[in-house]
C-alpha cells in the first residue's frame, strides 16, 4: 500500500495500472447512496431541504479527497474499506474511477451552487439529485460503474481492470435473457400494475380529496405578497409538479 498522502490508487507490481480496491468503493457506494436517499426522500416528500444541503456539502468535501488528495483519507472509503476488511480485494483500474468520480465532483458543486448557496427550488437541481442517485445505485447494487463506460468514450487506452471483468469477457460469452425469462419479466410487470390499480381503487378517501364543501376550513386573510410569491409556476402545472411545488416553496 502506497504512504504517500497525495496518491491516487495503490501500485502492485503484478497491475500495469493504479488499483482500488473495488469492494470498499462499492462499500462507500452504498453508504452514500443510503444517505442520499434519505435526504432526497426528506425534500420531495416533506418540503425539507436541510439534509440535502448537508448532504452536499459532506458528498462535495468526500470526492474532493478522493480526487485531489488520496481516495484512502476520504471519510466513505475509509469506512467501507473497514466494512469489507475481512473479504479479499478485488482489484479494480484506477484511471476509469477518477474520471467517474470527477463526474460525481462536477454534480457536487453544481448542487452546492444551486441548493446550497442560492436555495434554487426546480426541476434542474431534482434532475441533479435522480442522476447522483442512478449512479450511485448502479455501482453499489450491479458494480456497474457507468462513469468509467464514459471513460472509453473519451480516452484512447481503454480501461483494465474492469469490476466483474467486464473489459476481458469477450461478447459471446456474456449470458442473454431468454425468451421464457423475458415472458416472466413482462408478466409480473403486467401483475404489479393490475395489483397497483386495484390497490389506489379501494383507498379510503381522504380529507384534501373530499370535496370542497366536505371540508370546513376558517377563512384566512391572503397577503398579496404571500399569493405571488406562491404563484405556481406554468413548468411546474405543465410537468404536474403544482401540488410538489406548493410543497418545497411552503405555499398551501
Not at 462535495?60 to 479527497?65: D, K, Q, R, S, V
Not at 366536505?214 to 377563512?219: D, E, H, I, K, N
Request: glycine share 4%.
Amino acid at each position: 500500500m502506497s504512504s504517500k498522502i497525495f496518491a491516487f490508487g495503490q501500485v502492485r507490481h503484478e497491475y500495469a495500472v493504479p488499483v482500488l480496491n473495488e469492494r470498499a468503493v462499492r462499500a462507500a457506494a452504498g453508504i452514500l447512496f443510503f444517505l442520499a436517499v434519505i435526504s432526497f426522500m426528506n425534500a420531495w416528500l416533506t418540503g425539507n431541504f436541510q439534509p440535502t444541503r448537508v448532504f452536499v456539502v459532506c458528498f462535495l468535501i468526500e470526492f474532493t479527497i478522493r480526487i485531489f488528495i488520496n481516495p484512502r483519507f476520504a471519510p466513505m472509503m475509509i469506512l467501507g474499506e473497514w466494512m469489507v476488511r475481512k473479504q479479499l480485494p478485488e482489484w479494480t483500474g484506477a484511471p476509469q474511477k477518477r474520471f467517474a468520480w470527477s463526474i460525481g465532483f462536477v454534480l457536487a458543486a453544481s448542487m452546492l451552487y444551486l441548493v446550497v448557496l442560492n436555495n434554487v427550488i426546480g426541476p434542474i437541481n431534482m434532475m441533479v439529485c435522480s442522476l447522483c442517485l442512478l449512479l450511485l445505485f448502479f455501482e453499489t447494487a450491479f458494480g456497474i460503474c457507468i462513469g468509467c463506460q464514459i471513460y472509453n468514450l473519451f480516452n484512447k487506452e481503454k480501461a483494465q481492470l474492469c469490476p466483474g471483468g467486464v473489459c476481458e469477457i469477450p461478447s459471446a460469452q456474456i449470458p442473454k435473457m431468454s425468451m421464457a425469462q423475458a415472458v416472466i419479466l413482462l408478466a409480473f410487470a403486467a401483475a404489479v400494475f393490475a395489483i397497483a390499480q386495484w390497490v389506489y381503487s379501494t383507498a379510503p378517501k381522504r380529507a384534501r380529496d373530499l370535496p370542497p364543501a366536505a371540508v370546513s376550513q376558517p377563512a384566512e386573510p391572503v397577503d398579496p405578497a404571500e399569493a405571488a410569491r406562491c404563484k405556481v409556476p406554468d413548468f411546474a402545472i405543465a410537468m404536474g409538479h403544482e401540488e410538489k411545488w406548493k410543497l418545497h416553496n411552503n405555499c398551501k
